[in-house]
Nanobody
Framework: QVQLVESGGGTVQAGGSLRLSCAAS?????????MGWYRQAPGFQRELVAT???????NYADFVKGRFTIFRDNAKDTVTLQMNSLKAEDTAVYFC???????????????WGRGTQVTVSP
């Protein structure tokens, strides 16, 4: 099992920057595959922001390319989202995600943090 704790959320003006961090705690023998960040704004469903594999291959949503950077430290089990040139539409609750293999089914299990609020004022 995995527990995720996010930090770094807050309020910033448009054009500013913010860095979100997520620390994972896992049992011995539990492997974390992909990690990532998702967000959910009021009235909208949760959407992918960025993901990164254990081999550090990245995937970004089109609306954050060139502005956000995701990276991870496998030794520390942390994943970070550096957000630059923030826009008002980036306002949302940001959730950390980690995926672990389910050896019984062959699929993956998703773990989620509680979420951290990011508010960007115009």
């Amino acid at each position: 099992q995995v527990q995720l704790v996010e930090s770094g959320g807050g309020t910033v003006q448009a054009g500013g920057s913010l860095r979100l961090s997520c620390a994972a705690s896992r049992d011995f023998g539990t492997k974390i595959n992909d990690m990532g960040w998702y967000r959910q704004a009021p009235g909208f469903q949760r959407e992918l922001v960025a993901t990164i594999t254990d081999g550090k291959r990245t995937n970004y949503a089109d609306f954050v390319k060139g502005r956000f950077t995701i990276f991870r430290d496998n030794a520390k089990d942390t994943v970070t989202l550096q957000m630059n040139s923030l826009k008002a539409e980036d306002t949302a609750v940001y959730f950390c995600n980690a995926r672990t293999p389910d050896f019984d089914s062959g699929y993956e299990i998703d773990y989620w943090g509680r979420g951290t609020q990011v508010t960007v004022s115009p």
